[in-house]
């Protein structure tokens, strides 16, 4: 699981850099970069619960706000889009938005399973069975 963890880690920082040119660079490389973090964290085994909560909070704001881009997008006269943004298809945009936040939220879901599978697992294997 750690090795899941820091292969994030490593997406979330080139998902970051790659908000250079987004009309938005602050708002997106900030939540990727928060993420690449929490992810590092898990990969090293330190605490990262408050940041995947953080990024799942995120998360949902951010898939409210461009699910109406998305559904544009897949219901267009033209048909869905994925290429090159322009201000003709601002929905373009809003579509890798959502799939990026889809990503951070799938990330934070398993930061969260995986620390309370292993709380289980760990408290499980603690249990000592008294002699009847």
């Not at 979330?12 to 602050?26: E, K, R, S």
């Not at 373009?92 to 938005?97: K, N, P």
């Not at 959502?98 to 951070?104: I, S, T």
Request: with cysteine.
């Amino acid at each position: 699981m750690k090795l899941l963890h820091g292969a994030f880690s490593i997406i979330f920082v080139i998902m970051a850099v790659l908000q250079y040119n987004d009309p938005d660079p602050h708002v997106w490389g900030i939540y990727y970069l928060l993420a690449a973090v929490g992810a590092g964290f898990c990969a090293v085994g330190r605490g990262c619960r408050p940041l995947a909560w953080i990024c799942i909070g995120a998360s949902f704001i951010f898939l409210l706000q461009t699910a109406p881009g998305l559904s544009a997008n897949f219901y267009h006269p033209e048909g869905p889009a994925i290429g090159s943004m322009s201000d003709a298809r601002p929905e373009i945009e809003q579509t890798r938005e959502f799939g990026g936040a889809m990503v951070v939220l799938i990330w934070a879901l398993l930061a969260i399973a995986g620390r309370i599978t292993s709380t289980i697992t760990f408290q499980s294997s603690n249990v000592q069975s008294s002699p009847q």
